[in-house]
């Protein structure tokens, strides 16, 4: 999460290594040990949010650097780059809510907890986040691979 964030891999050591120091310094405030994932989560996307503001930077990668794409098919990755750019340039609030809730699989309840909105904000913020990229991209994967998200929802 740190490095999708920050898009440097010194950077998200030291973001990671600062989440780490903030969540020990808090681990006696953890109430309930069963949430401590989406309690590291959260506080993890509070460093990021710190660490960026500080470099005044928002900079995500693409997802082409985060996994191997040797066994796909040319168009395959064109439509998953085309997806990214779209991302990036999504409003936080709806960029934040995908990306935990697609590419870390969450569910809206985890994402509520960790982002601490209500659960029909997460909803909300999901649908628009997902009706903007539709806008942006306008085409047939695009419109298929929403309508696939939305109908397993």
Known sequence: MAYVY??????????????IIRAYEGLPQLK???????WLTRIII?????YIAKKNTVQLVEPHT????????????EEELDLWHSLCKLEEK?????????????SVKDIAAILQYPEGTVKTNIRRGLQALRQ??????IDEWVQSIERGH
């Open 136 to 141: 942006q991209l306008k085409g047939a994967y």
């Open 46 to 50: 509070n460093v990021c949010k710190t």
């Open 6 to 19: 920050v898009q440097n891999e010194n950077d998200a050591v030291e973001v990671f290594q600062q989440t």
């Open 94 to 106: 709806y960029k934040t809510v995908l990306l935990l809730r697609f590419y870390q699989d969450y």
């Open 66 to 77: 985060l996994e191997d794409f040797t066994s796909t098919t040319p168009t395959y990755i």
């Open 32 to 38: 309930e040990p069963h949430y401590f994932s989406t």
